[in-house]
């Protein structure tokens, strides 16, 4: 037994080092050998997915303390890269069709990593992430230089937030209300407007590789109500108010959370008034 204990704990910390190794070569981008960066990466990245997959040790290395820890340092070390890969975009001596590719590159890396952290249950470490650096994103896709460029990468942004509203929509991932709202208020414009776009630039060249999906909006409609029904009462209020008075009202469509907000709404002021009603009721004279 003592043998069999020792070469366990021997294939266990086998498993950890590999693992560990391979998460930090699949987001990892170097200088030493660019010509193999990607096979490289697309290597490592093939090599998590099938540890976690298929090997009968994973579950005990990825509950492991100093796995999470590495992760956590790996994912933040991606996204701080990718936000300031993003923000070069406007920087006229570097922004081409270069810098373009290679943010998609990482936009599919941010991809894998939802994928390989929704198997860890770290998705709240990715959601936190993209939460925080959404405004930034959005005020460098936003500006009119880009007006008429990067499609792919615009609907590229919308497709990662599109996990990230699931996974907040649908409980996977639990937020504070104030986060949520936040997360909902910051992305909602830019998905409405591109929605648009998307959809006149579809009717203008029915093969057009740049418009959203059906699936793909249907899944944000999806997300997105089940998000806001799920918010505090004044919160769905303001967020349903300025769905009505936009002018993308079609989409995405939440007459389904409108009226579950109605519903409670009067729910709850039939409750607040039976209550009132029997405050202000007489005392029975004690007998």
């Not at 770290?122 to 650096?133: E, P, R, Y």
């Not at 699936?215 to 009462?233: R, T, Y």
């Amino acid at each position: 037994m003592p043998i069999f204990s020792n070469l366990k704990e021997t294939e266990l910390s086998g498993t950890k080092e590999v693992f560990l190794s391979a998460i930090r070569h699949a987001t990892s981008v170097g200088d030493s050998f660019p010509q193999f960066e990607d096979d490289l990466r697309n290597s490592a990245q093939e090599q998590v997915d099938f540890m976690l997959e298929d090997d009968e040790n994973i579950p005990l290395v990825i509950a492991d303390d100093e796995i999470k820890v590495e992760t956590r340092i790996v994912v933040s070390n991606v996204f701080c890269s990718f936000e300031n890969e993003f923000s070069l975009i406007l920087e006229p001596d570097v922004a081409n069709k270069e810098t373009e590719e290679k943010i998609m590159r990482s936009l599919s890396d941010l991809e894998w990593m939802h994928n390989t952290l929704s198997k860890m249950d770290l998705m709240k470490d990715f959601v936190s992430h993209w939460a925080n650096i959404s405004r930034n994103l959005l005020k460098v896709i936003e500006d009119k230089r880009l007006d008429s460029v990067m499609w792919g990468l615009k609907i590229k942004l919308i497709e990662v937030t599109s996990k990230v509203l699931e996974a907040v929509g649908y409980g996977t991932v639990v937020l504070p209300a104030e986060s949520r709202v936040e997360l909902l208020k910051t992305w909602l414009p830019y998905i409405r407007k591109m929605k648009s776009l998307s959809d006149k630039m579809s009717k203008m060249e029915e093969a057009s590789p740049y418009k959203m999906s059906e699936d793909l909006c249907q899944c944000i409609e999806g997300a997105i109500v089940s998000l806001v029904s799920a918010l505090p009462s004044n919160d769905q209020a303001d967020i349903l108010a300025d769905w009505i008075s936009a002018e993308q009202v079609k989409y995405p469509d939440l007459s389904e959370a409108f009226e579950i907000w109605c519903y409670r709404t009067k729910s709850a002021q039939r409750r607040l008034d039976e209550a009132l009603t029997e405050s202000a009721m007489p005392l029975s004279p004690s007998t």
